[in-house]
Nanobody, 118 residues
Framework: QVQLVESGGGSVQPGGSLRLSCAAS????????MMWYRQVPGQEREVVAR????????DYADFAQGRFTISRDNAKDTLYLQMDTLRPDDTAVYYC???????????WGKGTPVTVSS
């Protein structure tokens, strides 16, 4: 079965950086669209960044553009999110999501919390 395990979350001061990782198993990683979502308590989940299957340029939400970088290592079945210049409104639970390129089925990790506070 598909498993996505996030790590790297934690607490950081405004302006700081974190690097999230997502270890994937049970899927042909290279053929999946991989994404990071986030959710603030009481709000809906929102897409942060998207990494295309089979290559292609990544996409970012407006709030992530220029501050966050999504990357993937297909040899290690791992997705990353480098987050720089973090702000308090980046505080959320961050989820790794795999979407089948052909099926469109989404698989979700359990999330890793990120807190940005002074």
């Amino acid at each position: 079965q598909v498993q996505l395990v996030e790590s790297g979350g934690g607490s950081v001061q405004p302006g700081g950086s974190l690097r999230l990782s997502c270890a994937a198993s049970g899927l042909h990683f290279g053929s999946f669209v991989m994404m990071w979502y986030r959710q603030v308590p009481g709000q809906e989940r929102e897409v942060v960044a998207r990494s295309a299957a089979f290559g292609g340029s990544p996409d970012y939400a407006d709030f992530a553009q220029g501050r966050f970088t999504i990357s993937r290592d297909n040899a290690k079945d791992t997705l990353y999110l480098q987050m720089d210049t973090l702000r308090p409104d980046d505080t959320a639970v961050y989820y790794c999501v795999a979407e089948g390129y052909f099926s469109g089925i989404k698989y979700w990790g359990k999330g890793t919390p990120v807190t940005v506070s002074s």
